[in-house]
């Protein structure tokens, strides 16, 4: 029962997505509740269908099991191919009728870009209903579920898929916007304005999603990195660059009427690279961790899917961005210029990261070569094309829009320049290893949060108030810097050490000593379990005990590693267990990770800042 | 400046930046590659030993040794064709005979190829689509369900 009504709930929002693109019909505003209020029935009643677990639905056998516990068996909901999918409309939806509800932009821009919204609706819809309905039934109903995937139940990995999503599909208000503006002809500030606000919404839960899948990767898969330039990882890392390029051209657009043009073709570029990503995941392409499913008619559809969007609005873009009126006369040394250059290092960025993501498909279609473009390519490309950014980010606020003078602002640099040469000094005298990356990175991240808080300082002396926009940018550039330091040092002066240990056996780390006290079996619910215990020793003080586990689930047939890891402010110990030998002895892997919170407490600030934009009222 | 001069200043100095930032991609792109083959297309190629290659196929059933706690031993084949694989390190989850899986890592001279990276995945149900290829093209592919 429940099933079928979710099943025809969403069948009703597909037809009321097809209806809204009529230009006769006319009830817009109603249409868009009703399609939230219908997508939004559907995902509660595949949700209960997981809590109830009601194998006679496909999906749920698939990937649930009554012993599974409840909060997974709620979670688990998004974690295939279908559910996600219903989760990706629902939030789509969701946008829309939140956008009609509060937009002040008017009647007839609003009810056109909900218009232009539907069309990308319709292929969203169409893809979920006709390739990958989650309701789909079978008879008779199995008597337990097979899914019990023990590495998907973590609340990490729960989290960030909706977070990502909210990212992702929130930057499809950019392409309708984009798509009205050209049609329209003209240019409206107050346009601009408005959409900076949505993309900024998006750029933060797409930075909080990507924080928190690099967590779960962290914790989770016992490999003690934070970021493996996995495609699936990469696929969600362009949109983020090219996102953040989009924050601050439409910045410019809306305050300044510049580079319209340019923040308009940005705009659809990075709703098609979030397209990409949805397809790159989706249809199975990639070897990696997420690809779920593996039928081609989801790849072909989720495929024609982008070559349309992507083809229609840039053919758009072609014949309607001449009549766009930008202004643009600024000198060299202006803020524009910044933002200019802003722009290009993360379009280079993004398509770097694009390059070595996409060629292996590309190579593989066209001569059958299997390739596959390894982290040396990213790590040795990424650091020099991004570090600039935080000069400029330093930099751009201080300067005047339009021209100014080095004398100008000669005086606001001194101080932050100062605080990089005692950091860059500090990073060649202190650590054993020299780095000349590391150097650059940390002096550079200095400079930018030094930077940030005498333009805050002297704010404050001028006006004795601080605006919350000034704040947001501020918090995010500082966040930005806060996490380059915590993937420098962490990278850098990371150390991991692999050794295998009979019982009271030491290994010493990083100033730590590590002894393995004792190792007993156990068995749970729906596993059996080796835990380690270790003792933690600093200067011969005891100051923790850490429990790693091997897992291994009978139903599934398969072992997961837990590792367990000891929190303290400025470093993470990270202790993972492997098989054991004839001997007693046994695999234990100890890595010591200087730094490593930094990187999530720099995307925590960055997502704040972003929520602080948007709560902002303009004086 | 007049707006030609300003307009020239900004396009020279994207310019220098965008061909730089090409120079460093193109130059660290073709030394990163790794090229994916199957154990029958080891055979037939002649690989150059001490090259970082990836290579896939199934876990062949009973041939899983541990040598100690750390080192492991066992044999990849697409079923036509088999190479011997020595990893040192923690075995990643999911990693049991029989499975589909992806190693990478470099040829030694006994042909028997030293791992530093296992890929298998999180999901039991589903083949890497170059393992999938692989034994596609050794004929032995089977399609279930």
């Known amino acids: ?619 | 400046m007049k707006p030609k001069h300003k307009r020239l200043t900004l396009i020279i100095i994207s310019l220098i930046s965008i061909s730089s930032a090409i120079g460093l991609i193109l130059n660290s792109f073709n030394d990163n590659l790794v090229f994916f083959y199957s154990p029958t297309e080891l055979m037939q190629k002649n690989i150059e030993q001490g090259k970082t290659i990836r290579i896939g196929g199934l876990i062949a059933e009973g041939s899983l040794k541990k040598e100690d706690a750390n080192i492991t031993k066992f044999i990849i084949t697409d079923l036509n064709n088999s190479i011997e694989v020595s990893y040192k390190g923690i075995l990643p989850p999911m990693f049991r005979e029989g499975q589909g899986m992806v190693a990478k890592g470099l040829l030694s001279d006994e042909n028997v190829f030293i791992a530093d990276n296992l890929l298998t995945k999180h999901d039991e149900k589903y083949m890497p689509p170059e393992v999938a290829d692989a034994l596609k093209k050794s004929g032995k592919w089977k399609e279930t369900e």
């Open chain 1, 1 to 619: 029962m429940i099933p079928t009504i979710g099943y025809i709930s969403l069948i009703i929002a597909f037809a009321l997505t097809c209806l809204q693109i009529i230009p006769k019909f006319k009830a817009v505003r109603l249409a868009t509740d009703l399609i939230f209020a219908g997508t939004a029935i559907a995902l509660v009643c595949l949700i209960t269908s997981y809590a109830v677990s009601d194998f006679s639905v496909l999906n749920v056998y698939n990937n649930s099991h009554t012993i599974k516990p409840f909060i997974y068996k709620i979670t688990g909901t998004w974690g295939n191919h279908e559910g996600s999918l219903l989760l990706l409309v629902s939030i789509f939806s969701a946008y829309n009728f939140a956008f009609s509800k509060i937009s002040k932009l008017g009647e007839n821009p609003t009810d056109s870009i909900i218009r232009l919204q539907n069309i990308i609706g319709i292929g969203l819809y169409a893809f979920i209903i006709f390739t990958s309905n989650p309701f789909e039934r079978i008879h008779p109903t199995p008597e337990d579920g097979l899914g019990l995937n023990p590495l998907l139940q973590d609340i990490g990995l729960a989290i960030h898929p909706p977070l990502l999503y909210v990212g992702y599909i929130g930057f499809s208000l950019g392409i309708s916007f984009a798509a009205y503006i050209l049609i329209k002809g003209e240019v409206d500030r107050k346009i601009f304005g408005t959409l900076r606000k949505w993309t900024l919404f998006s750029w933060a839960f797409l930075t909080l999603g990507v924080g928190m899948g690099s967590w779960w990767a962290y914790r989770e898969l016992g490999w003690g990195g934070f970021w493996f330039w996995d495609p699936v990882e990469n696929v969600s890392l362009m949109p983020w660059l090219a996102g953040t390029a989009l924050l601050h051209s439409l910045f410019v657009t809306e305050k300044r009427g510049e580079l319209t043009i340019w923040t308009i073709l940005l705009a659809i570029l990075t709703f098609c690279v979030s397209l990409i990503g949805i397809f790159l995941v989706r249809s199975g392409i990639l070897t990696s961790v997420h690809a779920f499913a593996q039928d081609p008619t989801r790849g072909m559809f989720i495929l024609a899917f982008f070559a349309i969007i992507t083809n229609a609005s840039l053919i758009l873009f072609a014949i309607r961005a001449n009549k766009l009126k930008s202004a643009g006369d600024f000198e060299p040394l202006s803020k524009e210029s910044f933002f200019l250059f802003n722009n290009l290092i993360f379009t280079i960025a993004c398509a770097t990261v694009l390059l070595g993501t996409i060629y292996p498909i590309f190579l593989d279609i066209l001569t059958d070569t299997k390739i596959s473009v390894g982290a040396p390519y990213f790590n040795s490309t990424m650091p020099y094309i991004t570090l600039p950014i935080l000069i400029l980010a330093a930099l751009a606020p201080a300067i005047k829009w339009k021209k100014d003078t080095f004398a100008n602002f000669k005086s606001d640099i001194i101080i932050p320049f100062i605080i990089a040469v005692i950091t860059a000094l500090a990073c060649y005298f202190i650590p054993d290893k020299k780095s000349a990356i590391a150097i650059v990175s940390v002096s550079f991240s200095a400079y930018l949060i030094a930077s940030m808080l005498q333009r805050g300082w002297q704010k404050m002396k001028k006006s004795g108030k601080i605006s919350t926009s000034f704040y947001s940018m501020a918090g995010a550039h500082i966040g930005v810097a806060i996490a380059v330091i915590g993937i420098t040092i962490c990278s850098i002066y990371g150390i991991e050490k692999e050794e295998i240990i009979k019982l009271d056996d030491h290994i010493s780390i990083a100033g730590y000593d590590i002894k393995m006290d004792s190792m007993s079996i156990g068995a749970n619910k729906n596993y059996l379990t080796r835990i380690g215990v270790f003792s933690i020793n600093k200067d011969s003080n005891e100051i923790a005990h850490l429990h790693p586990e091997v897992r291994y689930y009978p139903v599934r047939q398969m072992n997961t590693t837990e590792s367990d890891i000891y929190y303290s402010i400025l470093s993470n110990l990270y202790v993972a267990m492997g098989d054991s030998d004839s001997s007693g002895g046994f695999a234990v892997r100890v890595y010591y990770k200087p730094a490593v919170n930094l990187i999530w407490l720099g995307c925590l600030i960055m997502f704040m800042s972003g929520m602080v934009g948007i709560l902002g009222r303009k004086k």
